[in-house]
Structure formats: C-alpha cells, structure tokens
C-alpha cells in the first residue's frame, strides 16, 4: 500500500514552524533543524523563519529565558544549562546574559538536588565521588557542590 499525500494535506514550511511553535517554544536554529529533518529545503525554511521572528512569534531570547526556567526547575545547574543552550544554537553571549538574569540561587539549587537525589551523608570517599560525579554531570561547579557537601540541612528543613 502506497503513502500517497494529497497536494492539499501537505503542509509549507512556515505552516510546519507554526505548528511546532504551539507545542512549545523553539530557538531559530533548533526550528529549523527540524523542519530540515522534516524535508524542507532550506530555501522554503528561511523565508518563512523570517517572517515569524518579524511577527514575533519566534524569538530567541524569549526561548532562552523558557528553557532556563525550565532547566532550573529540573534542577540543573548553570555549565549544564550553557551548554544546552549552545547545542540549540544560542549564541554565547545571550544565554549568558539571561542566566546571570535569572533569580536563582546556585548553592541553594545544589544542595536541594544532592540531598534529593542522596538524602542521607555520604559514608566513604567512593560514594562522596560518585555524588560528586553526579552533581558534575548535572552542571554545578566546584564551590557549589562543595557547599552541598558541607552545609547540612536544619531539622526544619528536612522532610
């Protein structure tokens, strides 16, 4: 059986990016990787990229700002989020600028992860590496997985 698409089913390139842009926020480039993976020549994508950053609709400092709230609540640190945020083609100097914008507390943040992620002290220096590891991995520096490390919880604080 044949997949035969009718000309009228077939979507333009900008009908594609508004598609993909109800779902959720989008960088330009991460955008049109997509509409490139989807078949679009690069020809049809760039009109039509555009033509929605002039309307406003795509935007990537408003991505940014969404993807590093997001990340944050997902409890990633500030390396991990830079990093991601250079993968979707967002230039250096603007994550860079709305991460220093964003109201978060890195120590803090570090703490709540470790303690989510191990509640109880670490018993030996194997499994103190293997948190440290984990909070590497998760984009916290040095200073903020130290103080993980050394700052315990009240009794208020803990569950």
């Known amino acids: ?3 035969l698409k009718h000309k ?6 900008y009908d594609k990016a508004i598609q993909l842009l109800a779902r959720r926020e989008h960088s330009q480039f991460e955008l049109n990787q997509k509409l490139i993976r989807k078949g679009y020549s690069e020809e049809e994508t760039a009109p039509a ?5 002039k309307k406003g ?5 408003r991505f940014t700002e969404a993807w590093i709230r997001h990340r944050i609540r997902g409890g990633f640190g500030r390396l991990k989020i830079l990093s991601e945020l250079n993968q979707k083609g967002i230039a250096p100097d603007l994550a860079s600028n709305c991460i220093q914008q964003a109201d978060v507390d ?5 703490l709540k992860v470790r303690l989510k992620k191990y509640p109880k002290p670490w018993s030996d220096y194997k499994e103190k ?4 590891r984990y909070m590497l991995s998760r984009g916290f520096e040095h200073d903020q997985i130290q103080y993980s490390f050394e700052t315990q919880p ?6």
């Open 57 to 61: 609709w795509l935007s990537d400092y």
């Open 129 to 132: 590496a293997k948190q440290y």
């Open 8 to 13: 009228s089913t077939l979507l333009s390139a």
């Open 106 to 110: 890195w120590f803090a943040l570090a």
């Open 1 to 3: 059986m044949s997949r």
């Open 49 to 53: 990229l555009e033509s929605l950053v």
């Open 154 to 159: 009240s009794v208020q604080d803990e569950p």
